[in-house]
């Protein structure tokens, strides 16, 4: 007999999740993680959603998990050649409840979540790097790892949460590696700021936070940046479609450089030591990436199953990658349990995940997705953006106009009418 009922592959938030669930459960989870704590390789944003999936698994888990700051405000700013212009939200109902969610920094987060499933009878095995399959007559059997004597270690199921280069999935033959188009890049630097001085600068009390996106600073390649607020620190980065990079030949960490000494980031950093640099990749390509995240004896979560997204306004893959977790465990206890790892049988995890917010919300923004690969959005709408908020706001002693008027005189000349019409119309069903 198997000393495990599954494997869980990489302790990242799918992973831990999925190994903690099957825990719960009361089966034999064992959480293989390639660095030497979970966490120490791990980097986002980033903001954790308030989602449910932690809580359920640990009652009072956003009370003592070590989140950096409750997020209260959310700004989204169109960065043109020489202004850039802001939507704001913050919330009324800051403080009084978790609004939005809670900025992380994965080192420390991935840790204590990690040892709270061993204390809920998790087996984990750090600086254990899973190198590939134990493949039988077309079922997966276990893993092979670097480190161990014999290299093998068998178990009826093997749950791949290894991240967005999920080499176990591409072996289980789900998919046949992603396209440079599927994929974006994240370059993120980690500002070190004196925690009063924070939230002086930013117009913050106590552990309130805010994050703000930004678009129309990427040099006019495909994609965005951010700034998260942490405890005492500033997570500072940029997240760029992997082709349009590669296309255009710009080095990432120039982009970064650049947005970091921009007009709206370079006051919020002055005097801040740069305390450290990462690059990550992240699926891009959403709900059309994997047809199938299951085959016997295995089941894919998280990033590794490319189940994370943006629609330009919201990032989530975190929240997606716990919550894919939870359901491959049930999906894994429910066929150990009949005795039965075939693929048809784990094929309730597919049912699981299309049922849930997870897919939904994927489908739901996989338009969007699609939308954000027009170049024009990155270059020419901030600058129509630009115009449009000068012309209104400019007061030279000619009379005003309406908006629709001085709409018209910014668009004459920089764009035709016919792309406008276009990116309206995909506008409209990408979002509305
Ligand atoms: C720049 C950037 C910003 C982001 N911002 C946000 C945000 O604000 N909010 C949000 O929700 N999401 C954000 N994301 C996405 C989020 O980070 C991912 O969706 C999430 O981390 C996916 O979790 P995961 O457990 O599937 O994979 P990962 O977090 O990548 O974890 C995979 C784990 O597997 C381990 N591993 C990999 N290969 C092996 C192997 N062969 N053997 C053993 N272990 C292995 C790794 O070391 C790692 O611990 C961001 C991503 C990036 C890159």
Not at 222 to 251: C, K, M, N, P, W
Not at 260 to 270: D, E, F, K, N, T
Request: neutral net charge; charged residues 25%; proline residues 4%.
């Amino acid at each position: 007999m198997p000393e495990f009922d599954a494997i869980v592959v990489g302790a990242g938030p799918a992973g831990t999740t999925a190994a903690f669930a099957m825990a719960r459960a009361g089966a034999r989870a064992l959480l293989l993680e390639r660095g030497e704590w979970p966490g120490a390789k791990n980097m986002f944003g980033g903001m954790l959603v308030a989602c449910e999936t932690p809580e359920r698994l640990l009652p009072g888990f956003w009370d003592d998990a070590p989140w950096e700051r409750y997020v209260t405000r959310r700004v989204l700013t169109v960065v043109g050649p020489e202004s850039s212009t802001s939507l704001k939200h913050e919330s009324q109902r800051a403080g009084k409840e978790p609004y939005a969610g809670y900025t992380l920094y994965r080192p420390v987060f991935d840790r204590w979540y990690a040892e709270r499933a061993r204390d809920a009878g998790v087996t984990l095995l750090c600086d254990c790097m899973v190198e590939g399959l134990v493949v039988r007559d077309g079922q997966v059997r276990g893993v092979r790892v670097s480190g161990r004597a014999d290299g093998v270690i068998e178990a009826p199921v093997v749950i791949a949460a290894d991240g967005v280069v999920s080499l176990l999935a591409k072996e289980a033959g789900l998919h046949d590696g992603f396209k440079p188009g599927d994929l974006a890049l994240g370059v993120r630097a980690l500002f070190q700021l004196d925690e009063g001085e924070l939230d002086r600068r930013l117009g913050l009390r106590g552990r309130e936070g805010a994050t703000y996106e930004f678009l129309g600073c990427t040099e006019g390649v495909r994609g965005g940046a951010f700034v998260y607020t942490q405890l005492d620190s500033l997570s500072v980065g940029v997240v760029v479609h992997l082709d349009a990079l590669t296309e255009r030949r710009i080095a990432p960490y120039d982009l970064l450089e650049s947005f970091v000494g921009s007009a709206p980031v370079a006051p919020l950093l002055q005097g801040a030591r740069l305390a450290e640099y990462s690059a990550h990749l992240l699926p891009e390509g959403g709900a059309s990436m994997l047809p199938r995240r299951s085959a016997a004896g295995f089941l894919v979560a998280g990033d590794a199953g490319a189940l994370c997204y943006t629609n330009g306004l919201t990032f989530e893959g975190m929240n997606l990658a716990m919550a894919s977790g939870e359901m491959a465990a049930k999906a894994a206890v429910e066929a150990v349990g009949a005795g039965d790892v075939s693929a048809e049988l784990l094929s309730a995890y597919d049912a699981l995940l299309d049922d849930s917010f997870v897919m939904k919300d994927l489908k739901t923004w996989k338009r969007a997705g699609a939308f954000l690969k027009r170049d024009q959005m990155f270059a020419l709408y901030p600058q129509l953006i630009e115009g449009l908020m000068e012309s209104i706001y400019r007061s030279d002693g000619r009379p005003k106009q309406r908006i629709a008027r001085l709409g018209l005189g910014v668009v004459r000349g920089r764009a035709s009418w016919r792309q406008l019409l276009k990116d309206g119309i995909a506008a409209g069903r990408s979002y509305l």
